[in-house]
């Protein structure tokens, strides 16, 4: 196995612990979409290895891995990038805003990653601003670039330091009228505490709910498998 192919083994985890499971958002312009991938891009993929139609509501662990490599990690050139936090915030790029977005940004960038995040901060106002009906994913978008923030600071290296305890705890913040994952310890400082919090609207229904539960809650194991492989 390659280094590279390590390290998108690594960033998917994290990846698919923001995308959540299966939705079908009347405002989203990609359509059902289940891992992050939407039906879209699950026909295509289906067709091109001579499989019939299937809905993306059913896609198998195997073809999400296959399409986030061939579809994301390797035509956003993320395969190609040296620093694992730059890899991260590319391919992470790459799937929300597509891969000629992500490399367009990383020119821009300069192969500065907190540039690269404050350009696609930027990305994100201007599509509201032209497109008010998104504003409802604004704030989604926004704590997504606060947590990949987050990453790049507990982990300057690209990765969770060894040899570090580390404590998760994932639980209802009523503060917050949401759900609260923290990874405490692992990174530079033992006492280093990462907070990731999704708010959940008074409004919001149970769907909305238990999809924020499941994004939580797979993130949470995906760090768990993380830190027993590196025990």
Known sequence: MTKSYQNFEICL????????GY???????????????????????RKENGLPPKDVKYITQQEV????????????GADKIADPKMALVVFDTAVNMGPSVA?????????????YLDIRKQ??????????SQKIFLQGWLNRLD??????KQHPQGNIAKNQPMTYVFAPNITTSGC???????????????????SIQESADAHEVAAVVEKHAQMFFAMVEEAQQRA
Request: aromatic content about 12%; cysteine-free.
């Open 13 to 20: 985890k994290i990846i698919l612990g923001n995308e959540g």
């Open 23 to 45: 939705s079908n958002n009347k405002y989203d312009k990609g359509g059902a979409t289940n891992y992050g991938i939407t039906q879209g891009v699950y026909d295509v993929y």
């Open 65 to 76: 891995k296959d399409i986030y490599y061939s579809g994301y990690w390797k035509t956003s």
């Open 103 to 115: 490399k367009k940004i990383y020119e821009q960038s300069g192969g500065d990653v907190n540039k």
């Open 123 to 132: 990305r994100y106002l201007d599509i509201v601003k032209n497109d008010p």
């Open 147 to 152: 947590e990949l923030r987050q990453y790049i």
């Open 180 to 198: 609260e994952l923290r990874l405490e310890g692992g990174g530079d400082e033992p006492s280093t505490v990462t907070p990731l919090i999704a």
